[in-house]
Structure formats: structure tokens, C-alpha cells
């Protein structure tokens, strides 16, 4: 049951360029959607969320792009830095589940020198 | 930021052993949940917790787990006889209300393992 999907197991980018991960949902009752980060041995950390009311969110040099009608969200980030590689967990929940969150799969993002 | 904690970082128990994983959540949060992630999977939902009862449980929490807020500061999980499959990290989260737009704290987790 992959009601949440992150189809980019990883990701390899270049410092200083534009991350693009993305993640794909198929339950209609989905209102709001996170993003999170996570380092090894640590819990994931909240980074950026958006409402099913809005199609973007920035915050510094993360935005999230929401697209309902496609069931696609996307979180850039840019410029990448060294310090960005972590795990990349996609999050939704909607008003009918509001206690808890559906993740993703997650995606490793790796930024090179 | 205040953190929320979580203690032991790491447990290794014997299969059909009890495990009780301890959590202390942020001093004023209200709602408290727990998740688990195995190894190379995605990060689940394990059971939420409100006012001194479950508010919504996953089909993960059979009867072999329970929850239990004995003190007010404390929020633990105990598995009453682990099975091999129950080997991942649980983390524990807590957030001031129920609502999906207030952020979602999570500890460090206690990576299970379970012999």
C-alpha cells in the first residue's frame, strides 16, 4: 500500500546546483504534505510543508511545488550544498488522518564538490 | 530547540523477550506518537496518542505492543514478546496539537534488534 511514492531511490548532485527530488501520492484525501530530512542516527527533522490550498512554499533555499491535479509535489533546492546530503522523506496526511503522517520511501541526495 | 529524547539508542533482545523503549517528549507537547523504519524501508506509522489514550493505531500495533504516559513525562512502547520481524528503529515524536500543521518533532530513535 505506496499511497506515498519517492521513485528516486538517489540523487547525485553537483554543489552549488539545483536538487530537484520529487514524490508522487495517490490518496485523494492527502491535504498537506511535508518534507523531511534525515541523517544517519538521527530522527528525521522537519524542513518545509505546503497545504493542497497553495502550489508553492519557499523557505530560504527549499521550495515545494504542489501539483493536485498530477498527485506530484517536488522539493528544490538550490544552491546545494555538502551539507544537504541526508535521506529525503516526502510526508502526507490529510483532515480525515490529521494525527498521522504517510511517508515515502525517501531519497538519499548525495552533493558533491 | 528542545529536543525530544529517547533512551536506549541502541537494544539487542532475544526473540519472545519483553522490550520496553522509553521516550521523553517536549515538556508541553500534548500529542505523542510513535514510528518505526526497518531497515531500507519508509518511516511508519505506528500508533498516536492524546489525553491518556491511543487516538488511532496502524495494523502494525497488534496486541504484542502498548503504549503508556505512567508519568507525565514519559511515553514508552513496549513490546510484550518480540518477534524477529519487530528489528527496526522506533522513533518516538511528539507536537503541542493534533493538527497536521503544527510541526512534528521526532527523537533520535532506539535502533531494535531483535536475535
Known amino acids: 500500500d505506496q499511497q506515498v511514492k519517492q521513485n528516486s531511490p538517489s540523487l547525485s548532485v553537483q554543489e552549488g546546483r539545483i536538487s530537484i527530488l520529487n514524490c508522487d501520492y495517490t490518496?485523494?484525501?492527502?491535504?498537506?504534505f511535508l518534507w523531511y530530512k534525515k541523517y544517519p542516527a538521527e530522527g528525521p527533522t522537519f524542513l518545509i510543508s505546503?497545504?493542497?490550498?497553495?502550489d508553492k512554499n519557499e523557505d530560504g533555499r527549499f521550495t515545494v511545488f504542489l501539483n493536485k491535479s498530477a498527485k506530484h509535489l517536488s522539493l528544490h533546492i538550490v544552491p546545494s550544498q555538502p551539507g544537504d546530503s541526508a535521506v529525503y522523506f516526502c510526508?502526507?496526511?490529510?483532515?480525515?488522518?490529521?494525527?498521522?503522517?504517510?511517508f515515502g520511501t525517501g531519497t538519499r541526495l548525495q552533493v558533491t564538490l | 530547540e528542545p529536543e525530544v529524547t529517547q533512551t536506549p539508542s541502541h537494544q539487542v533482545t532475544q526473540m519472545g523477550q519483553e522490550v520496553i523503549l522509553r521516550c521523553v517528549p517536549i515538556s508541553n507537547h500534548l500529542y505523542f506518537y510513535w514510528y518505526r523504519q526497518i531497515l531500507g524501508q519508509k518511516v511508519e506509522f505506528l500508533v498516536s496518542f492524546y489525553n491518556n489514550e491511543i487516538s488511532e493505531k496502524s495494523e502494525i500495533f497488534d496486541d504484542q505492543f502498548s503504549v503508556e504516559r505512567p508519568d507525565g513525562s514519559n511515553f514508552t512502547l513496549k513490546i510484550r514478546s518480540t518477534k524477529l520481524e519487530d528489528s527496526a528503529m522506533y522513533f518516538c515524536?511528539?507536537?503541542?496539537?493534533?493538527?497536521?500543521?503544527?510541526?512534528?518533532?521526532f527523537g533520535s530513535g532506539t535502533q531494535l534488534s531483535v536475535l
Open positions: 515524536a511528539s507536537r503541542l496539537s493534533g493538527t497536521p500543521y503544527e510541526k512534528l518533532l
Open positions: 505546503i497545504s493542497s490550498i497553495k
Open positions: 510526508a502526507a496526511t490529510g483532515t480525515g488522518t490529521a494525527s498521522k503522517l504517510t
Open positions: 490518496n485523494s484525501m492527502f491535504d498537506y
